[in-house]
């Protein structure tokens, strides 16, 4: 059973905190994203990786920055984290054909204060 | 770049009755364009895709159909029950080598009642 697991389920953080979000695929996929979401927004990407140590900017990159040291693990990094990073984070990982499913993992609902 | 529009933001209907979400698209190029669905606490999963060399897919009480003139997709869901309550994404990508962006819409919560 394929399976995304991200390493927390809620985090509370103080605004200029660093701020680590872990993603594990255990699909052997080159692909990895980072997406959060927002109510009346959708989903909207903001860093992908498609090999390790590669990394491509989303549509909203400004403010994170990712890590990909090992094929199945990705990493979030919120610099000094602000209130309008509160959000759900959602990891997910695919194959690297155009065309294939995106397999996502359950989300992190982060709060900053 | 691409921009997907998802209509209706919420959707309710009785138990057994039909149910659409509708999505446009801006950009001629895309010719993929998924489905997800997305349960109370878990990650969207996706239910049905659509290449845009076909018109029409169905899988059981689900459907899409794709209109590459007009640049919208619709889905459609049959004989609704309670379990099919989630919140549903349209999405689309240019399929690009090496890497799939996908853009997506904003999300419509279907809530059906018993």
């Known amino acids: 059973d394929v399976k995304v697991t991200q390493s927390s389920r809620y985090l509370v953080k103080r605004t200029g905190e660093k701020v680590f979000l872990e993603c594990v695929q255990d699909?052997?996929?080159?692909?990895m994203f980072w997406y959060r979401q927002d109510p009346g927004l959708g989903l909207r990407l903001i860093y992908f990786s498609y090999d390790v140590k590669m990394k491509e900017k989303g549509d909203i990159p400004e403010g994170y920055s990712v890590s990909r040291e090992k094929k199945e693990r990705f990493s979030l990094i919120l610099e000094s984290a602000s209130t309008n990073q509160t959000s759900m984070y959602l990891c997910?990982?695919?194959?690297?054909?155009?065309?294939?499913?995106?397999?996502f993992g359950p989300g992190t609902r982060l709060t900053v204060l | 770049g691409e921009n997907v529009e998802q209509h209706p933001s919420t959707l309710s209907v009785q138990e057994g009755d039909s149910a659409v979400i509708k999505c446009t698209y801006s950009?001629?190029?895309?010719?993929?364009f998924p489905w997800y669905k997305q349960e109370l606490g878990k990650g969207p999963q996706l239910i049905i895709d659509?290449?845009?060399?076909?018109g029409e897919k169905k899988d059981q009480r689900i459907a899409v159909t794709l209109n590459k003139t007009a640049k919208h997709f619709s889905l459609h869901i049959t004989e609704t029950q309670p379990e099919d309550s989630a919140v549903y994404f349209c999405?689309?990508?240019?399929?690009?080598?090496?890497?799939?962006?996908?853009?997506f819409g904003t999300g419509t919560r279907l809530l059906v009642s018993p």
């Open positions: 997910a990982s695919s194959l690297p054909s155009p065309y294939n499913e995106q397999f």
């Open positions: 950009d001629s190029a895309s010719n993929y």
């Open positions: 659509i290449r845009s060399n076909v």
């Open positions: 699909m052997d996929h080159e692909n």
């Open positions: 999405a689309a990508s240019k399929g690009n080598t090496g890497f799939q962006k996908l853009v």
